[in-house]
């Protein structure tokens, strides 16, 4: 069974910076494109960033400005994502998400998500 | 950028009775290898999403067959046969390329 568990979320303040793991199970995870979801309270989903099997590959939603970074650790079945600058808008509950076997959008299984609070 | 545009925004429906979900691209989303990269999720309310269908209209396993996907180029639709309580909560599709999710559906039931 494909098992997806974010971890790190909290309450941060703005300007500051939050790591988000993601383990995985229960499949291959080296060989699938790994994506970070995020959906703020009360609205819809909105794609943050993949990653690709070895990690040389990386793509961001234009509106991010650099301030992610997507990571992943192969030998440890771990996908992360580093906040910095974080803002109120950030505020959201964020998914770890397994993609396909290529860089064409899949999203087949999501994890239940960590919420990050970024207050005003 | 991808637009993507989903109708109605809100949806309630008589349980047993069919429901229909509309989702405008504002582009074509035929990629370059032929397929076309537009899938459905659901989310049920205080859960995470999960993926119906992917390239248009294929159901994941374990979705059931009241579900269908149909649509080409730049007009999708997501049809339910027959509404189950099970079924509430939003809709969204999105397109595979850039990763562009509609602004979601919210079924419910009359």
């Known amino acids: 069974e494909v098992q997806l568990v974010e971890s790190g979320g909290g309450l941060v303040q703005p300007g500051g910076s939050r790591r988000l793991s993601c383990a995985a199970s229960g499949f291959t995870f080296r060989i699938y494109w790994m994506s970070w979801v995020r959906q703020a309270p009360g609205e819809g989903l909105e794609w943050v960033a993949n990653?690709?099997?070895?990690?040389?590959?990386?793509n961001y939603a234009d509106s991010l400005k650099g301030r992610f970074t997507i990571s992943r650790d192969n030998a440890k079945n771990s996908l992360f994502l580093q906040m910095n600058s974080l803002r109120v808008e950030d505020t959201a509950v964020y998914y770890c998400?397994?993609?396909?076997?290529?860089?064409?959008?899949?999203?087949?299984?999501w994890g239940q998500g960590t919420l990050v609070t970024v207050p005003s | 950028d991808v637009v993507m545009r989903q109708s109605p925004l809100s949806l309630p429906v008589t349980l047993g009775q069919p429901a229909s979900i509309s989702c405008r691209s504002s582009q074509s989303l035929v990629y370059s290898d032929g397929n076309t990269y537009l899938t459905w999720f659901h989310q049920r309310p205080g859960q995470s999403p999960r993926r119906l269908i992917y390239q248009v209209s294929n159901r994941d396993s374990g979705v059931p067959d009241r579900f269908s996907g149909s649509g080409s180029g730049t007009d999708f639709t997501l049809k339910i046969s027959r509404v189950e309580a099970e079924d509430v909560g939003v809709y969204y599709c999105?397109?595979?390329?850039?990763?562009?999710f509609g602004q979601g559906t919210k079924l419910e039931i009359k």
């Open positions: 999105m397109e595979g390329t850039h990763y562009t």
């Open positions: 990653i690709n099997q070895d990690g040389s590959e990386k």
């Open positions: 998400a397994r993609d396909g076997k290529t860089a064409l959008a899949s999203l087949h299984f």
